[in-house]
């Protein structure tokens, strides 16, 4: 088979670095023309962007067996349907992932939710990704082509998590009574979108979450106790310097299941919780020297 991937970010790189044996060929896109050339050995990188694309695209498509869109949204809605719905639509290809967030449910007042939750976006951005996620299922019914949406939960991995956030005195503490995030390895991600390719199912909506719900200080406590690093002083929300989007995260407050991954996808988590996900990268960081 071959893979095309739209958005060839933190995420997907994972999935392509762990799939790429099942591929006969892969592409991709990136934003920035200066990257074109230095992608992941043996993948095909291609411009796309408000600078333009790369003129090869469609044929890629025409090529592809699996799409992978990790692509956000622009302000005017989904780029890649914009420019590429007619090339997907009459492609041969025979599964469609599209990655999307938990914060379409909107805040939940911590409660706990699963698939069956009704989304109630309440930001410009959740609202606009929701639309996202209905128009993918439009060209899914319309072409006939099993299109799955993944909603993750805030993404952590190699180079990017609390412990490199302490190192780079880039981490705070902010308290806010009851505020809970789910979590995911970048790792799991890539095992239930592997996990999908082999039982696609039109019009699936998976959460892609941890099992462990849980305040930002405690996993940010918990970092620097593994890590021996230092912790940053508590600061309360109500007085914290933070950005518009920062801010906006904390006024959705939600528990969110992950049991269909496993019941229906056979997923079984390498990180269930943040303790996992930490320890191991903490031993990987020692095993290499770091």
């Given at each position: 088979?071959?893979?095309?991937?739209?958005?060839?970010?933190?995420?997907?790189?994972?999935?392509v670095?762990?799939a790429?044996?099942?591929?006969?060929?892969?592409?991709?896109?990136?934003?920035?023309?200066?990257?074109?050339?230095?992608?992941?050995?043996?993948v095909?990188?291609?411009?796309?962007?408000?600078?333009?694309?790369?003129?090869?695209?469609?044929?890629?498509?025409?090529?592809?067996?699996?799409?992978?869109?990790?692509?956000?949204?622009?302000?005017?809605?989904?780029?890649?349907?914009?420019?590429?719905a007619?090339a997907?639509?009459?492609?041969?290809?025979?599964w469609?992932?599209?990655?999307?967030?938990?914060?379409?449910y909107?805040?939940?007042?911590?409660?706990?939710?699963d698939?069956?939750?009704?989304?109630?976006?309440?930001?410009?951005?959740?609202?606009?990704?929701?639309?996202?996620?209905a128009?993918?299922?439009?060209?899914g019914?319309?072409?006939?082509?099993?299109v799955q949406?993944?909603?993750?939960?805030?993404?952590?991995?190699?180079?990017?998590?609390?412990i490199?956030?302490?190192?780079?005195?880039?981490?705070q503490?902010?308290i806010?009574?009851?505020?809970v995030?789910?979590?995911?390895?970048?790792?799991?991600?890539?095992?239930?979108?592997?996990?999908?390719?082999?039982?696609?199912r039109?019009?699936?909506?998976y959460?892609v979450?941890?099992?462990?719900?849980?305040?930002?200080?405690?996993?940010?406590?918990y970092?620097?106790?593994?890590?021996?690093l230092?912790?940053?002083?508590?600061?309360?929300?109500?007085?914290?310097?933070?950005?518009?989007?920062?801010?906006?995260?904390?006024?959705e407050?939600?528990?969110?299941?992950?049991?269909?991954?496993r019941?229906?996808?056979?997923?079984?988590?390498?990180?269930?919780?943040?303790?996992?996900?930490?320890?191991?990268?903490?031993?990987?960081a020692?095993?290499?020297?770091?």
């Amino acid at each position: 088979m071959n893979l095309f991937v739209f958005g060839l970010g933190f995420t997907a790189r994972r999935f392509v670095e762990r799939a790429s044996g099942r591929f006969a060929q892969v592409r991709a896109t990136v934003t920035d023309p200066s990257r074109a050339g230095a992608g992941l050995d043996g993948v095909a990188l291609r411009t796309f962007g408000p600078e333009g694309d790369d003129d090869r695209i469609a044929a890629d498509l025409a090529d592809a067996d699996v799409l992978l869109v990790s692509a956000p949204p622009g302000r005017g809605g989904d780029t890649v349907l914009g420019r590429y719905a007619d090339a997907i639509g009459n492609s041969r290809i025979g599964w469609i992932g599209y990655l999307s967030t938990i914060g379409v449910y909107g805040d939940q007042q911590g409660a706990w939710i699963d698939e069956a939750t009704a989304p109630r976006p309440t930001s410009a951005r959740s609202h606009g990704r929701l639309a996202v996620e209905a128009a993918w299922f439009d060209l899914g019914r319309t072409s006939g082509k099993p299109v799955q949406v993944f909603r993750l939960a805030g993404i952590y991995g190699p180079g990017r998590n609390p412990i490199v956030k302490l190192r780079e005195g880039k981490s705070q503490r902010i308290i806010k009574a009851g505020q809970v995030f789910n979590r995911i390895h970048v790792d799991d991600i890539a095992t239930t979108l592997l996990a999908s390719l082999d039982r696609p199912r039109a019009g699936a909506v998976y959460n892609v979450t941890d099992d462990a719900p849980t305040p930002p200080q405690v996993v940010t406590e918990y970092a620097a106790a593994l890590a021996g690093l230092p912790l940053p002083p508590e600061i309360d929300f109500e007085t914290a310097d933070l950005s518009p989007m920062a801010r906006s995260f904390y006024g959705e407050n939600k528990r969110v299941k992950n049991r269909l991954i496993r019941e229906e996808l056979g997923v079984d988590l390498a990180y269930p919780t943040y303790r996992e996900g930490l320890a191991a990268l903490v031993a990987d960081a020692r095993a290499d020297g770091s």
